[in-house]
C-alpha cells in the first residue's frame, strides 16, 4: 500500500487516506510524507458526505472486503471516478487451500467455489482494474473464473534497484547465525507456519545442529504463541521485530514451511534482499521465482525439508550459490520501474476509455447494478438500526 501510495504521489495525484480504523503507534507516518488522512464510518451517511466533498478521480479500496463496503457508495456519488482494487492476494485461494490442510483434503479447484470466492470475484468484476501480486492468481482468475485480462494488472512487491546495489555490504556466512522465521501472529498461514516449526521441524532439526538456535519474530503476539517459547530446546518467540530487515539479514538460514496461503511471501522476498538463503514449501515460493533458481530450496516433505535447511546452514559454498541466485532474483522478477511505466500506460488509457472499459464489462456493470440497490437498503437498514 506505501508503494502505491507513493507510486501516485510521483504522479502529481494528491493523496487522501480513508480507513476505519485509528492510526497505531507503529503506523507510517503519513502525515510526514504528505498524504492526508480521514476516519470513515461503515454503514453511515457521512461517508457519502466525504466522498461528495472530495470527487476523487480515482479510489483504490485495498482488499475486496473494503470494496463491498463502500464501493457502492463510491459508485453512486463519483460514478466517473476510477475505481481500482488491490487484491493483496486471493483470499479464495488462500482459504481453500487452509480448508484443504485443516481436513487433510488434497487441494483441488472445486474447493474454490466458496462464499468467499463469490464476493471476491464480484469485487473483481466491479472494479474497473484489479492489482495482482502473483501470476498464478491472474491465472486462475482467468481460467476457472473467466475473469477478462482487461480487468487484470500485475504488480508484484517492487524493490528499489538502490538496495538491490547494497549486496556487497550485506553480512558474510561467518557472519551470520542461527535460522529465522518472521511473520504476523493475526494471519493464520503464519500461526500455523509457527506451529509446524514447534512440533514437526525444530524438534529433529535442532539435534542435527545443537548450536543453532531458531528465533521466531511476528507482530500481534497473543499468550498461546508466548507459550511455544522454550529457550532450553533453544526455540525463542521474540514477538515484534524493532528492525525486520536487521533480524532478517543476522541470521544463516530463513525458514517458512509453509502449508497454505497466497500471493507472494513477503518474508522470503525480504530474505533474498538482505542475503538470507530460505528453505520454503511449493506454497511459500509460488509465483516468486518463474523459471529461476531459488534461494536455497523449496521441499514439501518434512524429511526434505530439515535434510536441506541442515545442509544450507552447515556448507558455504552451497549458502553462497544460494544467495546469489537470491540477487538473481530480485533482479530479474522484482526490480526496475517498468511495473510503474506499465501502470501509468493502463491507467491513463482506462482514464481516456471509461465508458468503453465499462461496457465491455457487462458482468460487472450488472453486479453493480444489483449490490447498489441490496447494498444501499442493507446499509440504510443498519443505519437506522444503529440511530436506537
Known amino acids: 500500500m506505501l508503494q502505491l501510495i507513493l507510486f501516485f504521489q510521483s504522479q502529481g495525484y494528491d493523496i487522501t487516506y480513508a480507513s476505519t480504523s485509528v492510526s497505531s503507534d507503529f503506523a507510517v507516518d503519513l502525515a510526514g510524507i504528505g498524504v492526508e488522512s480521514r476516519l470513515v464510518k461503515m454503514n453511515?451517511?457521512?461517508?457519502?458526505?466525504?466522498?461528495v466533498d472530495l470527487q476523487p478521480e480515482i479510489v483504490l479500496f485495498d482488499r475486496f472486503m473494503v470494496e463491498e463496503q463502500f464501493g457502492w457508495r463510491v459508485a453512486k456519488y463519483c460514478p466517473n471516478a476510477l475505481r481500482i482494487l488491490d487484491t493483496e492476494d486471493l483470499h479464495c485461494l488462500?482459504?481453500?487451500?487452509?480448508?484443504?490442510?485443516?481436513?487433510?483434503?488434497?487441494?483441488?479447484?472445486?474447493?474454490l467455489f466458496s462464499e468467499v470466492a463469490k464476493r471476491e470475484i464480484a469485487s473483481i468484476f466491479r472494479c474497473d482494474l484489479t492489482l495482482m501480486i502473483s501470476e498464478y492468481e491472474?491465472?486462475?482468475?482467468?481460467?476457472?473464473?473467466?475473469?477478462?485480462?482487461?480487468?487484470?494488472?500485475?504488480?508484484?512487491i517492487v524493490?528499489?534497484?538502490a538496495a538491490v546495489n547494497e549486496f556487497d555490504k550485506l553480512l558474510s556466512f561467518d557472519d551470520r547465525n542461527d535460522f529465522v522465521f518472521i511473520g504476523n501472529f493475526l494471519h493464520e498461514p503464519n500461526w500455523n507456519c509457527v506451529q509446524v516449526l514447534k512440533t514437526e521441524i525444530w524438534p529433529f532439526l535442532s539435534k542435527q545442529l545443537p548450536k543453532a538456535n531458531l528465533l521466531i519474530y511476528g507482530a500481534y503476539p497473543s499468550h498461546k504463541v508466548f507459550q511455544l517459547d522454550n529457550p532450553k530446546e533453544r526455540f525463542h518467540i521474540k514477538g515484534r521485530a524493532e528492525n525486520a530487515d536487521e533480524v532478517i539479514e543476522k541470521a544463516k538460514v530463513l525458514l517458512a514451511p509453509l502449508r497454505f496461503g497466497a500471493g507472494i511471501k513477503g518474508k522470503l522476498l525480504e530474505a533474498m534482499l538482505y542475503g538470507t538463503p530460505s528453505v520454503t514449501t511449493t506454497v511459500g515460493a509460488e509465483?516468486?521465482?518463474?523459471d529461476l533458481p531459488w534461494n536455497g530450496f523449496i521441499e514439501d516433505t518434512n524429511e526434505g525439508f530439515i535434510e536441506k535447511a541442515v545442509a544450507l546452514y552447515s556448507e558455504e559454498a552451497l549458502w553462497n550459490a544460494a544467495q546469489q541466485y537470491g540477487f538473481e532474483l530480485v533482479r530479474k522478477r522484482f526490480s526496475g520501474s517498468e511495473f510503474w511505466k506499465e501502470l501509468v500506460f493502463k491507467i491513463n488509457f482506462?482514464?481516456?476509455?471509461?465508458?468503453?472499459?465499462?461496457?465491455?464489462?457487462?458482468?460487472?456493470?450488472?453486479?453493480?447494478?444489483?449490490?447498489?440497490?441490496?447494498?444501499?437498503?442493507?446499509?440504510?437498514?443498519?443505519e437506522e438500526k444503529n440511530k436506537k
Open 287 to 290: 509465483a516468486m521465482h518463474g
Open 138 to 156: 491472474m491465472e486462475l482468475l482467468q481460467s476457472i473464473f473467466k475473469v477478462d485480462t482487461t480487468l487484470l494488472f500485475y504488480l508484484p
Open 44 to 51: 453511515s451517511v457521512s461517508f457519502d458526505e466525504f466522498i
Open 159 to 161: 524493490v528499489d534497484v
Open 94 to 111: 488462500r482459504d481453500a487451500r487452509q480448508l484443504a490442510y485443516k481436513k487433510q483434503l488434497e487441494f483441488n479447484t472445486t474447493l
Open 350 to 382: 482506462l482514464t481516456a476509455n471509461l465508458a468503453e472499459h465499462r461496457r465491455h464489462n457487462f458482468i460487472g456493470s450488472m453486479l453493480q447494478h444489483h449490490t447498489l440497490q441490496s447494498t444501499h437498503y442493507m446499509a440504510k437498514w443498519i
